[in-house]
């Protein structure tokens, strides 16, 4: 057949590569029989999170209690109505038994909605803000600012800090952690004297540095994510700053300690005790867990690529192993007589020793975790060390 | 908070070096507008692929970057082939593989050589130029040549097409988190109260030489020349001879590099993500369109100011730089149309 000829042919070529493109949905047997929907940012602004997300839900068994588990992944981009509407195409569609998601959190505030709606139990993969957590259906997976910071400000009192200057990031993420540094923080004697923004991708924090600085601080308080910490912790650095610098959970990440170096140095993170489970005492509830997902995680994507997000996913598998057996005693996956069961059982199974802490869900409180869910953590050579309590 | 001498002279060389960057990436855009018409959004993406190519480099592993260089060689190539279906020339195909695949072949296996050994910094940097300036061209071939002569608006929404789907490919090259590269040159000295690294001197210096360069390109050599020709009248330059998508071509490959270069500079002094280039390009463009989207001078001197009011601004409201910084285009663009004769789009 010539060219010309195959051309004219587009018609069959069309359909070949209809029948190309849609192999994997005839591939995906109907059989499974919990249904499990994910919504997360696996692009765009959430990504960082995303990513290990979806890398630790490929660690996620096959079945729980003999029951086959489908799981159907989708991208919000971060983006909260996106979110929304794959929230209801779980619900609508594929009739998920659990939904979760998403990982930044107006999304997540917006797939909480449609779970409440329609009554599907959901993990939301973000600190959702309490009214939201307050919602039937709905449970938090990572800890409440309020978890992490009351391990912090406890810190900074013992170590002497009273005027505190705040650099952060200028959204939902740094303002949260700033209310919590003002409101909280004044029980612990904790004045802030100066309260800078940034975003992300800005190239330079000098002038948000220099008034940090120009504060006469105790210390600094880093309220930012990821990679994107680093820009103040190395700003305030340069700039001669030699106090404490107190550095918030979410820049807790390998490439934040490769990009600061040496500006780390006199630095204290909070984080969840995923980061450090090798170097938690044995009889810590954390341990277990944390050391299975390591293995696993660390095993299939290489060492030192753990993080603190994606072991969430991983936490929420722990609840599902222990609920679901209870539910499936009153009902069949794919009814909701079995998603209300389910939801009764993860309120009345705990408690579960995850990895980020030990998850004990009460119908007042959906956020589940105490003080066991947060840790300290100095860096040293590019790694992250458990700070020893302070007597 | 009051303002201090020590704080000011602080925040005017921050504003400065920050402000030479957009210098360069404003030219690049006045460059690609008056020649092509197209406004040229990607810009920010390759700023952002020069330094995460260069901190990938850092680390002696090979970036994700010639990769991608292959893969726009491949569409290039496939691309010209379809144009070519009816009318298929030996020599035309051979210049064509050698360009389309030959070079992007060429530079693939020379990383893949190089990145490994601990190379000075000077030709890290070089190999970081000529992954990226290459881009130019097939970007140029693939998503402009075709459209050379629709309207601004069909190009403008080329542009964020291409701006979006360049986004997506960072994220796929380079993962989500940043980087940041090492320091060309570690030095620094003070200066008074001013601590001035080598990397800052560098900044200043590479934006002067490439004006200067930009300006002798133009001034002295036929094909830039003939880049001005189709600046002034696309049409009265065909005319007269000069192959208006040769300049479109030249002008992309000048684009990328300046590109490439600004990316290079700005990665050691910054946390740089797949994503960040889109908002460094637009500080560029506020400066381009304070220069009237056509003067090369006035472009560069915004630029500076850019620079400066957002150093000030993040000193004094943080919260909202960049509503002060994207808010200087609004009395400038009411006085361009207060002066303008309106005209329909031809």
């Not at chain 1, 939201?132 to 997976?141: D, M």
């Not at chain 1, 990031?169 to 004297?193: C, I």
């Not at chain 1, 969430?312 to 599902?320: E, N, P, Q, S, T």
């Not at chain 2, 189709?230 to 590099?257: I, S």
């Amino acid at each position: 057949m010539s060219w010309e000829d195959f051309m004219k042919n587009r018609f069959f070529a069309g359909i070949a590569a209809i029948a190309v493109m849609s192999l994997p949905v005839f591939a995906n047997p109907a059989l499974a029989d919990i249904t499990i929907g994910v919504t997360i940012p696996t692009t765009g602004p959430g990504a960082a999170l995303g990513i290990p997300l979806k890398n630790s839900i490929e660690l996620w068994p096959k079945e729980i209690a003999g029951e086959k588990l489908k799981v159907i992944l989708l991208d919000d981009a971060g983006d909260p109505s996106i979110a929304t509407t794959n929230a209801r195409r779980f619900a609508n569609d594929d009739k998920v038994d659990v939904m979760m998601g998403s990982a930044l959190t107006p999304a997540a505030i917006g797939a909480a909605g449609v779970a409440a709606e329609v009554g599907v139990p959901h993990f939301a993969i973000s600190p959702v803000p309490p009214p939201v957590a307050k919602g039937k259906w709905t449970f938090v997976l990572p800890q409440y600012s309020s978890v992490l910071a009351k391990r912090m400000f406890t810190r900074m009192k013992q170590d002497g800090v009273k005027r505190v200057s705040f650099i952060g990031f200028a959204d939902s993420y740094g303002q949260q952690w700033v209310e919590e540094l003002k409101n909280t923080g004044k029980e612990y004697g904790l004045e802030v004297v100066a309260d800078e923004r940034y975003a992300r991708a800005d190239t330079s924090v000098s002038g948000q540095v220099l008034k940090a600085i120009a504060a006469k601080p105790d210390a600094v308080f880093i309220g930012a994510s990821g990679t994107g910490a680093a820009l103040p912790q190395i700003g305030v650095r340069e700039r001669g700053f030699t106090g404490p610098v107190y550095v918030v959970s979410g820049a807790v990440t390998f490439e934040f300690l490769r990009i600061a170096g040496k500006a780390v140095e006199n630095t204290i993170f909070s984080s969840g005790p995923i980061m450090v489970a090798e170097d938690q005492p044995d009889d810590s509830p954390t341990k277990a867990e944390g050391l299975a997902y390591l293995k696993a995680y660390e095993g299939k994507f290489g060492p030192n690529s753990r993080t603190q997000f994606g072991s969430h996913v991983w936490d929420a598998m722990v609840i599902l192993k222990k609920a679901v057996p209870v539910a499936l005693q009153k009902a069949k996956p794919g009814t909701s007589e079995f998603r209300a069961a389910l939801r009764d059982a993860i309120e009345s199974s705990g408690p579960y020793n995850a990895t980020h802490g030990v998850f004990q869900f009460t119908p007042q409180d959906h956020y589940g975790l105490d003080q066991r869910g947060a840790v300290l953590l100095t860096a040293k050579d590019g790694k992250f060390q458990l700070l020893p309590e302070k007597k | 908070m009051h303002l201090d001498a020590t704080i000011a002279t602080f925040l005017i060389q921050d504003g400065l070096t920050n402000g030479a960057v957009y210098a360069l990436l404003g030219l690049a855009i006045v460059l690609v507008f008056s020649v092509t018409r197209v406004i040229f959004i990607p810009q920010g993406e390759f700023v952002a692929y020069g330094a995460l190519t260069l901190a990938t480099l850092d680390t002696g592993n090979v970036p994700g970057t010639p990769k991608l260089l292959l893969c726009f060689g491949v569409a290039a190539f496939l691309l010209d082939l379809w144009s070519w279906r009816r009318d298929l020339k030996v020599d035309a195909l051979l210049r064509n593989i050698a360009l389309n695949l030959g070079l992007p072949l060429l530079i693939y296996g020379a990383v893949l050589y190089l990145a490994p050994l601990q190379l000075p910094s000077v030709v890290r940097v070089l190999i970081t130029v000529s992954i990226i300036a290459p881009m130019g061209l097939y970007v140029y071939r693939i998503a402009y040549r075709p459209l050379a002569d629709a309207s601004v608006l069909v190009l403008l929404i080329t542009s964020v097409g291409v701006h979006l789907a360049m986004l997506g490919l960072g994220l796929i090259f380079f993962g989500p988190e940043g980087l940041r590269a090492a320091p060309l040159h570690d030095g620094s000295f003070t200066m008074g109260p001013l601590l001035v690294t080598a990397q800052s001197v560098l900044i200043y210096l590479m934006t002067i030489l490439i004006m200067i360069a930009l300006y002798f390109f133009f001034e002295k050599t036929l094909l830039g020349k003939a880049l001005r020709a189709t600046a002034v009248n696309r049409l009265g330059a065909r005319l007269v001879g000069v192959r208006t998508q040769l300049t479109g071509v030249t002008a992309f490959v000048l684009a990328a590099t300046i590109a490439a270069l600004s990316g290079v500079l700005m990665g050691p002094i910054t946390t740089i993500y797949y994503d960040t280039g889109f908002l460094i390009g637009l500080k560029g463009f506020v400066a381009a369109i304070l220069g009237g989207m056509g003067s090369f001078p006035v472009t560069a001197i915004a630029a500076i100011g850019v620079g400066m009011v957002e150093s000030f601004a993040s000193f004094f409201a943080s919260n909202y730089k960049e509503i002060i910084v994207f808010g200087l285009i609004v009395p400038v663009l009411i006085w361009l149309s207060i002066g303008a004769i309106h005209h329909e789009e031809e």
